[in-house]
Each structure stands twice: as structure tokens, then as C-alpha cells.
């Protein structure tokens, strides 16, 4: 029952943008407060579990949101972006923009989550599209596409870190690492291609985060090195932070590298560092920055909260018991295991919205499993990490902060996103899976 209760919120939640033309923040908490009355949960507690859901996620992301918005606008008022996409577009040559974006974004998701890194580089797709003529919804969906593969396959994002610590081989991160790589570099290509045919007639709409970007002079251009401090200095740091827990450095390092590396400190680094990027009137025109970032955030923070609201009533029903019972009940290996993996967290990925905790609830439900169905050796394990990150890239919409980014970041509509942004993710999610069944023969 409460599965099928799950599939019409969902629909639900669709159709009330797309064709009820409700503001969405309203479709989505009358389907978090449908689904807590049908499921049974208790009525009293509804109103509370949703505000707590809505809190927490803002407290995780909220402030990241905030800071990531205000570094866009530095890289854009600065003219650092400006910079950027020379340095890129020199590297890959202007015919290839798209393929550029999606590397860039392949190696900003690894450390940092793909929300983040989009906010950050949203002033660099317009730059970037401006400068060769391509359209900015193919800029901006090859960006997305590479942000997003690495960020469910590759560790140290926390959802394939935490899924490989679920499962018992945090000590073998450095293969997840590489089979993350692997499984991935097809994603990359798919982007591309998929923006290139499909995102380049996307109408990008003026009431929308989107302002034009700022055209500096060439001879006042920042450096290229200051140029990519405020997107390099967070990668870095975070990336620092997660290998020092990772390879277990001595205790004083792992606690300032993890104070260091942790979002909002590092983004607040970047955004201190960004004042050597004005010569003159660094305060008044970091001040700008400031209230440019912060007034075109709201929005997006509002439906961040929504889709959190959802995910907190969704996990108070009894679907992840459904699930794990299930799994007990029907014996299963090899690549019929791998299979039912990728369906179970696609399933909590569509249903609930966040990649980090589709994989999380899939893989604590298989860890007490893989020893009784074969799966001892770290590399068959890892192969199982891969299938449960390829099936929580199915699919983003409407109840994920990370379709929102993605539109209220470019521009684009609720009905276009789809079109778009939903169906690429689901293309990403079977192609990596294709991968992983084609390293299954090879190496399980």
C-alpha cells in the first residue's frame, strides 16, 4: 500500500507543476502531507515532522547555498569568470565547449556536492555560451551532467563514501575512487551529446536567479591563478578534509583539516581570499557581491527546504521496512543482486529526492545481506556501490534541490527542466549501470 500511496505523490508532484500550474513549494508539501495521512502517520506529528524535514535540510545546505551564490557573484563582477572560461576554452578549443564544461564539472563534483559546484560555476556557463555561441541551456546541461556523475560514483562526495562505509570497505576507498572514475567517463560523453541535441532550444526565461553577465576589459582581468582561487580554494580544502579521515592522518591534522575543509569555512575562505580580486574599492564592490548573491538565492532555498520537508515525512513510513523484508525473503546473486540494487535506490532516489540519502538507505539495507549472498571481495562490493550510485541518479525532479539548481540557476522552466535536466539524469543512471554489468563480467 504504502508503496503505491509513494507513486502518486510522486505523479502528483509532476503533474501539480506541469500541467495544475501550482507553485511547486505547494505541490510539494500537499504531497508530503498527503502521503503522512493515506500512510497513517500520526496526524499531530505531520505539521512538525514536515518543518523539522524543511529545518534540517536548510541547516545542511542553507548556508552553502548562500555563500555559493555569493561567490558566483564575485567570479562575475570580478571578471574571474571571464577568465576562467579563456583559460578552459584555450585548454579544450572553442569547438568543443560543452565537452569542456562536463570535464569541468566531472572534476568539481568528485569533493564537491554537485549543487555547490553548479551555484559557483552558474556565472561561467553564460560567460562561456557568450564567448562561443552556443546556447546556454547546452552549456549549462553539460555542466550539470558532469557535475552530477562523479558526484553519486566518486568519493569523497558523501553519498558513494558513505555507501562504501555502509557496506564495510571505507579501507578500499581509494578503488571505489578509481571504478567511480571509470564508470563515470561514459556520463561525461552522454552529457554532452544530450545537451549538444537536445538542451540547445531551451527557452531561458528573464524572471529567473539569471542576470547577464558583467563585460570587463581584457587589460583588467585578474591572473588566471586568482581567477580560479575562489573555485579551486573549496575543492581543495574539502578534498584535503576527506583524505585526511580517510587515510587516518595524526588526530590535531584531521581536526583543523576537517575544520578547514568543511563547506562553510571554506567558502568563507574563498570568499575573503576573492577581496584581492578588485584592485580598487574592494569593500564597497564585495558589498554588491553580497547583496547580488543573497537576492538571487531565495527561491531556491525555499524549494531546497520543500524537497527536504517531503523526504522527512517519506522516512517515517514504513517503506524501508517494506524493502529490507523483501530482500530477506528472496534469495538472489551476482548480477540479479546488482540489478535489484540499482531499482531500489532509484526508486528512494525518485521517491524522496536526495542522492546522498537514496544510497545511504539502500545500502544499509543490503550491508547485512552481501556475505550470505556472496559478496565478500572489495571489488565485488564496490561494483555493488557503483550499481546503488548509478540507480540514485534516477531520476531528479521536482522533490530534489538539485532540479531546482539546475532551473533557477539557468533560467530555464519547471516544464523544460524536465524535458531536460530529468531525463538526462535517467540516461546517466542506465548507461552507469550498463557499465557497471559490462565491469561485473570482467572482474566479479
Known sequence: ??????????????????????????????????????????????????????????SKIGLMVILGCVIGAILDK????????????????????????????????????????????????????????????????????????THTLVPPTPGPLSAAGNLGIADSVGLVILIGLIVSIPSLF??????????????????????????IHESRLPPAWKAFMPILL??????????????????????????????????????FFSYSLFPEYAAERMMACFKSGIEHCGTTLVLVGAGGAFGAILKETTLKDMVSEWLLHNEMSGAYLLFIAFLIAAFFKTAQGSTTSAMVLTTSILAPLLASLGFITPIQITLVVMAVGSGA?????????????????????????????????????????GVVMLLWVLLG
Open 234 to 271: 573549496p575543492i581543495i580544502l574539502i578534498t584535503l578534509a576527506s583524505f585526511a579521515r580517510i587515510l587516518n592522518f595524526p588526530e590535531i591534522w584531521t581536526k583543523w583539516l576537517g575544520f578547514f575543509g568543511s563547506p562553510l569555512i571554506s567558502f568563507l575562505l574563498a570568499i
Open 1 to 58: 500500500m504504502i508503496i503505491f500511496i509513494v507513486l502518486a505523490a510522486v505523479v502528483f508532484i509532476v503533474l501539480s507543476s506541469t500541467v495544475l500550474k501550482m507553485h511547486p513549494l505547494v505541490g510539494l508539501l500537499l504531497a508530503a502531507i498527503g502521503v503522512g495521512v493515506f500512510a497513517g502517520l500520526p496526524i499531530d506529528k505531520l505539521a512538525e515532522t514536515i518543518g523539522k524535514g524543511f529545518g534540517e535540510l536548510m
Open 190 to 215: 552522454l552529457s554532452t551529446w544530450f545537451a549538444e541535441k537536445f538542451a540547445r532550444n531551451v527557452a531561458i526565461t528573464e524572471n529567473s536567479t539569471v542576470e547577464p553577465p558583467v563585460i
Open 393 to 433: 541518479m534516477i531520476v531528479s525532479h521536482t522533490n530534489d534541490a538539485w532540479f531546482w539548481v539546475v532551473s533557477q540557476f539557468t533560467g530555464i522552466s519547471a516544464r523544460d527542466t524536465y524535458r531536460t535536466h530529468t531525463i538526462l539524469t535517467g540516461l546517466q543512471g542506465v548507461v552507469s549501470f
Open 78 to 149: 570580478s571578471g574571474a569568470a571571464i577568465k576562467v572560461a579563456d583559460v578552459i576554452l584555450k585548454l579544450f578549443g572553442e569547438k568543443r565547449p560543452a565537452f569542456a564544461m562536463a570535464v569541468i564539472g566531472g572534476i568539481v563534483g568528485i569533493p564537491v556536492f554537485c549543487d555547490s559546484g553548479f551555484i559557483i560555476l552558474h556565472k561561467l556557463n553564460q560567460i562561456v555560451a557568450k564567448r562561443t555561441g552556443k546556447p546556454l541551456g547546452t552549456i549549462a546541461l553539460s555542466l550539470s551532467g558532469g557535475l552530477f556523475a
